[in-house]
């Protein structure tokens, strides 16, 4: 009797975790929330090139620390002076300008292409279709950073 209670239970238990949306396992989940950061010894140029040709805003700086928001504000990045007395070890090495790309999904991604190209940035790749549905083209930070700007697309059909 006492098992029968017990799988009685449990069912009941998973079907109102189910019915709140939550998971069937009483497991804490951690909200997380990535910031990608950049150590550079260029953060004015950095501050100039997001701010002119991106839009981004300054969500928080002082002598050696630059954190950015996207214009609506969905994400960050920030920026960090190298061997900084503050700082551990770790996060002390410049970066060095290779192998880190972003990517900004937008909405309308021909206008920000010609809108950038009126500002003056420079196009490492010019704007192209993918076959498996991208529409894009990229451009590159002060620091070597390179950023695909990007409208997802159909794939193309043969």
Do not use: C
Request: glycine share 6%.
């Amino acid at each position: 009797m006492k098992r029968i209670f017990f799988i009685v239970l449990s069912g009941l238990w998973m079907i109102n975790a189910v019915a709140q949306n939550k998971p069937a396992h009483p497991q804490t989940i951690h909200k997380m929330k990535l910031n990608a950061g950049i150590i550079t010894k260029k953060l004015k140029e950095t501050k100039d090139f997001y701010t002119h040709f991106l839009g981004f805003g300054v969500t928080f700086e002082n002598e050696f620390y630059l954190l950015m928001h996207t214009p609506n504000k969905q994400a960050e990045i920030s920026f960090l002076l190298p061997n900084h007395p503050t700082q551990q070890p770790l996060f002390q090495p410049t970066f060095g300008g290779k192998g880190v790309y972003l990517t900004i999904e937008v909405d309308d991604v021909d206008t920000i292409y010609q809108q950038l190209k009126a500002k003056g940035a420079v196009i490492k790749i010019d704007i192209r279709d993918e076959p498996w549905g991208d529409r894009h083209f990229a451009i590159e930070d002060p620091n070597g950073v390179g950023i695909d700007i990007v409208k997802h697309t159909p794939p193309q059909k043969n």
